[in-house]
């Protein structure tokens, strides 16, 4: 599966942005779907997590209460939707893909989108 992530910005303290991760290829419904990023001389982190079915999520405490990740199958899609955004959410922002849920670890995935830059200014 191909992953090409879109939506980032420059945006203030407290302001919103929704990020895109659009798939290629007929098996996107089987895939559970990430948000990982990573801030400059950071190591990648986790952000969010959705399951195949998108029954099951899970967020990196950091995160909880202002983003919601969600996904429309029908679209090959999945979304993060980042409110009250801070300086800290500052980074790059990467989607990732893996047949298997709950994985927090960038090296357990294998396919990759591109980035998407999220700058938030103070």
């Known amino acids: 599966v191909q992953l090409q992530a879109s939506g980032g910005g420059l945006v203030q303290a407290g302001g919103s942005l929704r990020l895109s991760c659009a798939a290629s290829?007929?098996?996107?419904?089987?895939?559970?779907m990430t948000w990982f990023r990573q801030a400059p001389g950071k190591e990648r982190e986790f952000v969010a997590t959705?399951?195949?079915?998108?029954?099951?999520?899970h967020y990196a405490d950091s995160v909880k209460g202002r983003f919601t990740i969600s996904r429309d199958d029908a679209k090959n899609t999945v979304y993060l939707q980042m409110n009250s955004l801070k300086p800290e959410d500052t980074a790059v922002y990467y989607c990732?893909?893996?047949?298997?849920?709950?994985?927090?670890?960038?090296?357990?995935?294998?396919?990759w989108g591109q980035g998407t830059l999220v700058t938030v200014s103070s």
């Open positions: 959705i399951s195949w079915s998108g029954g099951r999520l």
């Open positions: 290829g007929r098996s996107f419904g089987s895939y559970s």
């Open positions: 990732a893909a893996d047949r298997s849920y709950g994985s927090t670890r960038p090296y357990d995935y294998e396919y």
